[in-house]
């Protein structure tokens, strides 16, 4: 990615305006102009679900742990909007090219069936960079695809920030607003890492990490994004 470029990243979709992580969310941030969207998975028996939380309670009319359902139960729950919550397979079918998916790994051994996956959208057409893999989890992370670019989610400083950046091969790092500074951005620069922010939803935040040198936002509110003025 060009250095000048900052980019807006439809967080759960543009989740401000639609239920978060559903076609719906997608559709809008695709809508608004997004070149990527974010969402978060989880592995029910084999599938991939799209959805953040481990509890259904929050983002469906249904309750308890996701990964204690199955699939049949919640694929009937409401997301919100009387949408479903989606597969990962259904997410990458609808969006289509129209833009770049981040693929967070937010439930346990989620990485393989990610992989396993995307081969198979890689060997129907789909481009390698047409994705990226994050996670908090970096273990997990690790056991992603390597044909993927990765990206490491820090919600805190931590000294070895860098070193698990470095071991993980990754692409970005992917930081909380409250911990990125402009020294932070510079010396992430210099070792080669993109730095992606979450979550900006507001146009004053997005434009002051654009002036730090920030590559990208993760956001709730797309239309809030400075899609004209070039990074200073
Ligand atoms: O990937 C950025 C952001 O989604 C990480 O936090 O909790 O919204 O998944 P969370
Ligand atoms: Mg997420």
Redesign the pocket.
Known sequence: MPKDEFICIG??GASGHAPENTLKAFERAIDMGCPWV?L?VYVVDGELLVI?DEKLNRTTNGSGFVEAQTVEYLRSLDAGDGEKIPLLAEVIERVKHRCKI?I?L?GPNTAEPVNALLDDFIAKGWREDEFMI?S?DHELLAAASPRIKR?A?F?KHVDSMFERADKLNAYAI?LAQKMTDTEIVAQAHEKGYQV?V??VNTHDEMLALKNMGVDGV?TNFPDLFPWDKPKQ
């Open positions: 967080h759960r974010e978060d953040h981040n967070e937010k994050s908090f990206g989610l919600h992917n992606f979450y979550t993760f």
